[in-house]
């Protein structure tokens, strides 16, 4: 059985249009920096598991679905100092951030909004809507994915 999990990305940075239009449609999810986001990676996803792409920041909303199409392995981009996401805590002998491969499925018709996402009924229990919550990976059940991907068409 497959799980479900909501991933947050910044549309500048990379959108579901960069995912979409990635060789195959597939991309790693690297820049995680959060323990608790980076251990639903590493230990929780697997090949299969379908993902809500959220863009985050302005006008925030779940623009599509993904599926994990590789399990989690180490985050080189830790290891480039040129990279934003460089840590030096991390070495390929001793990793300390994992990714994903994650594969476009589709867009929405139109955006789910998070206000839409507030004021549904069967979703007033997400983690995103969790006051103080800031995780960019995060599970969400079966039906909450469902009723998303009902509202965005």
């Known amino acids: 059985m497959p799980r479900y999990w909501l991933m947050k990305s910044e549309p500048g940075c990379f959108s579901i249009d960069d995912l979409k239009n990635a060789p195959g449609g597939i991309s790693p999810w690297d820049g995680v920096r959060n323990y608790q986001a980076r251990n639903f990676m590493r230990d929780d996803m697997r090949a299969g598991d379908k993902v809500l792409f959220y863009h985050s920041v302005t006008n925030p909303g779940v623009a599509g679905v993904a599926e994990v199409v590789r ?68 599970p969400v059940t079966q039906e909450q994915f469902e009723i998303i991907c009902a509202l965005g068409g």
């Open 71 to 138: 399990e989690s392995y180490p985050d080189h981009t830790a290891w480039d100092p040129e990279n934003n996401h460089f840590d030096p805590a991390s070495t390929p002998e001793s990793p300390r951030w994992f990714m994903v491969d994650v594969r476009f499925a589709h867009a929405f018709a139109r955006p789910v909004t998070l206000r839409e996402i507030r004021n549904t009924p069967g979703l007033e229990d997400m983690e995103l809507l969790r006051k103080g919550s800031r995780l960019s990976v995060m």
